[in-house]
């Protein structure tokens, strides 16, 4: 793991995730060589990790719950992956898959989308508590049980 250096992209995106989920209610809480922890923007008194596997490569956002005995940072539970090179923030589309306990995430690329299949629904769930009536999810969910709705097309909004 690496530090999230300053002058990266990566630390560029990671400030736009934060005031994006956060609307500014994200708090500064500890700095640390590999990661940083923040205040949790819906829920009291909980926080989020964030560390990168390498500079400008992936940023990872996880649950930090409070008396939780970890070995590594991974073993936290996981919210949301921050892809650094050519991907967006967020899914445009989310497809669930209830019976699979999975979900899709459909991205807007370059030339069209880009989807990553088989994020748990646990971890869904996660990213999707970051998000309230005051900061709405950028995001429209789909129910798609048994995988038969075809990738969105991006609107040209």
Not at 48 to 58: A, G, N
Not at 124 to 133: A, E, M, P, S, T
Request: charged share 25%; hydrophobic share 35%.
């Amino acid at each position: 793991m690496s530090e999230i250096h300053p002058d990266s992209r990566g630390y560029e995106l990671l400030k736009q995730f934060c005031v994006r989920i956060g609307e500014g209610r994200l708090e500064h809480k500890q700095d640390q060589v590999h990661y940083t922890l923040l205040c949790h923007p819906t829920m009291e008194d909980e926080l989020l990790l964030v560390h990168s596997d390498r500079p400008d490569r992936q940023i990872f956002i996880r649950e930090f719950p409070e008396g939780f005995v970890a070995d590594s940072l991974e073993d936290y539970p996981l919210v949301h992956t921050i892809y650094v090179r050519g991907m967006p923030l967020f899914p445009f589309v989310v497809d669930i898959h209830a019976p699979e306990e999975e979900a899709t995430y459909h991205y807007v690329m370059h030339g069209g989308t880009a989807s990553i299949n088989k994020i748990p629904l646990a971890q869904y769930k996660r990213l999707n508590l970051l998000f309230d009536g005051r900061n709405p999810a950028p995001w429209k969910e789909r129910e798609d049980p048994a995988h038969l709705l075809t990738a969105p097309v991006p609107s040209s909004e």
